[in-house]
């Protein structure tokens, strides 16, 4: 039987999350996918509203099941409709990414409380609350995985980025807290770092200042990480947990 996942925050086809369910759709497990538009047009890069259909068309293709609703995490009640609706139109899930984020700049002059407020409810409130209610579904005994993405924050400072630096720190704990407490019921957890990542929001003056701090001598690709991810939830990483990996091609600050 194949297996099911969860991804967070699928809303742009450049998107690391896009291209976590791609490479998990390739390996032949079932997506099911959320998304915020608003959020996505409200940012920089914006989105255009048909992204997340043509992202599903996409996975379709893959021959495995596909669904996907949109879903605003800031809402208390969402991880509760978020786990309900996957098993209702998939089943019970196997894998959970914790992708979604919200990120705007800020820093010590600037921050409010409501700025603290709205990464919060995403990044901490929401990655525990659904990580929690998914262990809590879970009841095959083994093969389940959650993985968090993370961002570096404890490998230098993100000046200008206060409330997500400090939101973002959080998962590091609740990785390796998480990763005990639900180890018995056969989950792994682990949080992975992919370092700057190349998915719309770079422009060409930041590509040239980055570019030098990658050994490899290229920026990071959604797919990079989108690959380590496909490890870390295959059979083949069950003794790997409570993990936060540095997936960023030797970058160096």
Not at 64 to 76: F, G, H, I, N
Not at 121 to 136: C, E, G, I, P, Q
Not at 160 to 170: D, H, R, S, V
Request: net charge negative; with cysteine.
């Amino acid at each position: 039987m194949r297996k099911i996942a969860i991804v967070t925050g699928v809303s742009r086809l450049k998107g690391i999350g896009a291209a976590i369910c791609e490479e998990l759709a390739k390996a032949g497990y079932h997506i099911f996918f959320t998304y915020w538009t608003n959020y996505d047009q409200q940012m920089p890069w914006s989105v255009e509203v048909d992204e997340p259909q043509r992202i599903k068309e996409n996975l379709l293709l893959k021959g495995v099941k596909v669904a996907s609703m949109e879903l605003d995490l800031t809402q208390r009640d969402a991880a509760e409709n978020l786990i309900r609706t996957v098993i209702e139109e998939l089943g019970e899930p196997d894998i959970l990414i914790n992708n979604a984020a919200y990120s705007t700049n800020n820093d010590f002059s600037t921050i409010t409380a409501e700025d603290l407020d709205k990464h919060y409810f995403v990044n901490v409130r929401a990655t525990t609350l659904v990580s929690s209610l998914f262990a809590k579904a879970f009841t095959k005994g083994t093969g389940g995985r959650i993985v968090n993405i993370t961002s570096g924050q404890f490998r230098g400072p993100m000046p200008g980025e206060l409330a997500y630096a400090t939101t973002k720190g959080a998962i590091d704990a609740l990785t390796l807290t998480l990763s005990a407490e639900v180890a018995p019921l056969g989950i792994t957890v682990n949080a992975i770092n992919p370092g700057p990542t190349d998915t719309g929001w770079m422009t060409e003056e930041i590509k040239k200042d980055l570019l030098p701090m990658f050994p490899f001598g290229r920026i990071g690709d959604p797919r990079d990480v989108a690959k380590t991810i496909k490890f870390l939830v295959s059979d083949e990483a069950e003794w790997v947990t409570g993990q936060i990996i540095h997936s960023e091609g030797g970058f160096r600050r």
